[in-house]
Each structure stands twice: as structure tokens, then as C-alpha cells.
């Protein structure tokens, strides 16, 4: 909680820099702007000036400024059109880029809920195995996933009946269950073989939430969260000739991109996908498989 209590205050600090910078920044440029064009007019008409700039186009950079003078908010609403988007549409297969964009900073926390986080993990892997190669400026990992309690009964995922009726399996759960244990394995193993070289330290946990995923959040240093909503009709079969299931098909999901860089709106919202997200976490459970675990 600590950690988090620090994260939470560097993005603060972070977020009122840019806020004085976005209300000066104007005021200064405005006044450099006018000094200019008040020195190249009178470096024009009043010779001593002019002689001590050793300058003659005096009047034609004064203008040149008055007229950037002017235009500076046009250009300004410009840049900001033209900005990368606050919120965008990305597909779940695209998450490879988020991640290597979180793996920059110093202290990388990644957040996931939602289904197995298997497009998630693939691309943890691979990012975290480079790091015993290049850690660069990475100092923590911190890596928690939500994943569903697989040991109750649910309608997805599960077998499609009558009428595409679900019908709670367990052992297609279990099937499930057991995907997040390995994924789980893999990337503990990496964590506490990257923490003890020394380099950073690195934690990774799973927890479990009750009910079924119907969301999907990815949260990136608590500055970027990405969420969609699972198609919770997708089917699929373990065999040619074997019954139908419903499991939703995380690498389909479109997933919506909201960024503290963007409007108070936009950062109003990744703030409560956060806090969503914490609480839940706060809320959840160790998973099954982990119970009686020597930590």
C-alpha cells in the first residue's frame, strides 16, 4: 500500500508540473514574442538601437513576430488537435506496444483484469525475460492480475446447452483455472529469479474476483488504462466433434485507451478505473492454487 501511496503522489507531482507549465508556458511565450517586436520596431526608427543590434531588417522580424504573436493559440488549439488522442480504439492484439511503452520508466507497474490475461502474459514474458539482458533504467516490476474464481459455478465459461442455454462445466473451469496457474508459475519464477540477481526487483500476484469476465482492464503505471468488454457469446470446441463452449476470446477484444495526457475529462477517468480497479483488488482473494503456497 505503501508503494502504491508513493506512485500515487509521483503522478500528482507529475500532473501539477504540467499544469503550471500549461498556464505559464502561454504567458512567457507571449512576452518574448512581444519584447521582439517591440525591439526590432524601435531598432527600426531609433538608429542607436539599431546600430547596436547591427541589424537592418528590423521592421520586417518585428512584424514577423507581431504575427507569431497573434497566431500563438491558434497554433497552440492546433497542436492540441492534432495530439494523440486521450481515448482511442485499440485491439487486444496491439498490447505489445503498451507494454514496451510501460517498460521504460523506472518503476513499471502493470495492472490486468479480466478473463485468463493470456495476451497479456505472452507479451510479460518476453519483456520480462529481456530484462536479465538489458534492465536498463528499471529499478521494480510489479506485475497483479484478477482473474476469475474458477472453483464456482458460472454461465461463462461454460457449456453451450438447449436452446444455447449455459450450462455450468467444471471441468472446462478447471481447464481455465489451471491456464491461470501456469501463466501464474511462469511469471512468479521469472519475478524471484530476476530479484535475486540484485538488478530490480520484480513481484508478480494473482487474485481471484467472484462472478464472470465481462470486462477487461489493462492499467499501465497508472497513467494509461485500456478497457473493453468481452463478447460473452463467443464459442468454441475442444474438438471437431465435442460439444461447444462459451469462452470469450480475449485477443478479439476492442479495447478503449484513455490517457492522463489527455483532457481533465479523460484524466477524470483513469482515475476511476484505478480506484475501480484497486478496490476489486483490495476485495479479492488469493487463488486456489496459491492457498498453502510457501511464500
Not at 508503494?3 to 512567457?28: I, S, T
Not at 498490447?95 to 490486468?112: K, M, T
Not at 482473474?147 to 442455454?165: A, I, L, W, Y
Not at 466433434?241 to 469462452?247: A, V
Amino acid at each position: 500500500m505503501a508503494e502504491r501511496g508513493n506512485g500515487q503522489a509521483e503522478a500528482r507531482m507529475g500532473r501539477q508540473l504540467k499544469r503550471y507549465q500549461d498556464r505559464f508556458e502561454p504567458l512567457v511565450t507571449r512576452a518574448l514574442l512581444l519584447g521582439i517586436f517591440v525591439t526590432g520596431l524601435t531598432a527600426q526608427f531609433v538608429k542607436p538601437v539599431g546600430d547596436a543590434l547591427e541589424g537592418k531588417a528590423f521592421l520586417g522580424g518585428a512584424l514577423l513576430s507581431l504575427v507569431g504573436y497573434v497566431l500563438y493559440d491558434a497554433v497552440r488549439e492546433l497542436s492540441s488537435s492534432v495530439r494523440v488522442p486521450s481515448r482511442a480504439l485499440v485491439n487486444s492484439s496491439q498490447l505489445g506496444s503498451f507494454v514496451s511503452e510501460a517498460f521504460h520508466a523506472r518503476r513499471v507497474e502493470i495492472s490486468f483484469l479480466g478473463y485468463t490475461g493470456e495476451t497479456l502474459y505472452n507479451e510479460l514474458y518476453h519483456r520480462l525475460e529481456d530484462l536479465f539482458d538489458s534492465p536498463g533504467p528499471i529499478r521494480k516490476v510489479s506485475v497483479r492480475m484478477l482473474v476469475p474464481e474458477f472453483g464456482e459455478p458460472m454461465t461463462v465459461p461454460s457449456r453451450v446447452g438447449d436452446d444455447s442455454r449455459p450450462v455450468d462445466d467444471p471441468v472446462f473451469r478447471e481447464r481455465m483455472s489451471q491456464r491461470c496457474q501456469e501463466y501464474d508459475g511462469i511469471l512468479s519464477d521469472i519475478a524471484e529469479r530476476l530479484t535475486a540477481a540484485g538488478r530490480l526487483v520484480v513481484e508478480c500476484e494473482y487474485r481471484c474476483y467472484p462472478g464472470i469476465p465481462r470486462d477487461k482492464i489493462c492499467i499501465f503505471n497508472r497513467v494509461q488504462v485500456l478497457h473493453g468488454l468481452y463478447d460473452l457469446s463467443a464459442r468454441m470446441r475442444l474438438n471437431h466433434l465435442g460439444p461447444e463452449y462459451y469462452d470469450p476470446k480475449g485477443y478479439r477484444t476492442d479495447l478503449n485507451v484513455w490517457s492522463r495526457e489527455g483532457t481533465a475529462a479523460a484524466e477524470a477517468a483513469v482515475s476511476t478505473w484505478i480506484k475501480h480497479f484497486d478496490d476489486l483488488w483490495d476485495l479479492a482473494v488469493e487463488p486456489r492454487w496459491r492457498q498453502g503456497a510457501v511464500h
